[in-house]
C-alpha cells in the first residue's frame, strides 16, 4: 500500500513540476519579421523538391539541408530578388531535380517519359512471357476410352 502512496506522489509532483515548466515557455517568434517574406517563402520552396527526401518538398522538409536552403531563400527574398530569379539560382545551382515540375526539354525527358517507357517495356515483356509459355504448353491429349470410363465411374461414386 505504501508503494501506491508514493507513487500517487510522485505522478503529483511530475504534474506539477510540467505546469511550472510551462509557464517559463516562450512563444514560438516567427522565423522572418515579415509576413509576406514568409508567404512567399512557402510558395517558392512549396515548388521545390528537398534534395535530401526526394519525396517531400522543401517547405515541408525537416532536413537539415532544406533547412539551409529556405533560410537562402529567405535571404534572396529580403535582398528583393524575384521569385523567377531565385528559382532560376537554385535550378543553375542543383539542377533541374530540384523542381517539382521540371521543364519539357532533352535534359528532362528521362523524368518526364521514363515511368510511361518503363510501363511499355514491362507489358511488352509480359505480353512476349506469355506467349512463350503458351508455345510451350504440351499439347492437349485426348483422353481415352478406358480413362473416360474410369472418370464416369468415380463420378457416379461420389454421394
Given amino acids: 500500500m505504501n508503494r501506491f502512496i508514493v507513487m500517487g506522489r510522485v ?17 514560438a517568434k516567427p522565423l522572418a519579421e515579415d509576413p509576406a517574406v514568409e508567404k512567399r517563402l512557402l510558395d517558392i520552396s512549396g515548388e521545390m523538391r528537398c ?11 525537416q532536413a537539415d539541408l532544406a533547412k539551409d536552403l529556405r533560410q ?12 523567377q530569379q531565385i528559382t532560376d539560382y537554385m535550378v543553375a545551382r542543383y539542377g533541374d531535380f ?16 521514363g515511368p510511361f517507357l518503363l ?7 509480359l ?12 499439347p492437349d491429349i485426348p483422353l481415352s476410352v478406358d480413362d473416360k470410363q474410369k472418370i464416369e465411374a468415380l463420378l457416379r461414386d461420389q454421394p
Avoid at 534534395?51 to 522538409?61: F, I, P, R
Avoid at 531563400?73 to 524575384?82: A, N, T, V, Y
Fill in 72 to 83: 537562402e531563400i529567405r535571404e534572396q527574398i529580403q535582398k528583393g530578388m524575384s521569385d
Fill in 11 to 27: 505522478l503529483v509532483l511530475t504534474a506539477m513540476l510540467g505546469c511550472v515548466a510551462g509557464s517559463w515557455a516562450d512563444e
Fill in 127 to 138: 505480353g512476349w512471357v506469355l506467349r512463350h509459355r503458351i508455345l510451350k504448353r504440351p
Fill in 51 to 61: 534534395l535530401v527526401c526526394q519525396n517531400e518538398s522543401l517547405a515541408a522538409s
Fill in 119 to 125: 510501363l511499355l517495356g514491362a507489358v511488352v515483356l
Fill in 98 to 113: 530540384v523542381r517539382y515540375r521540371p521543364p519539357v526539354k532533352p535534359s528532362t525527358w528521362a523524368l518526364w517519359f
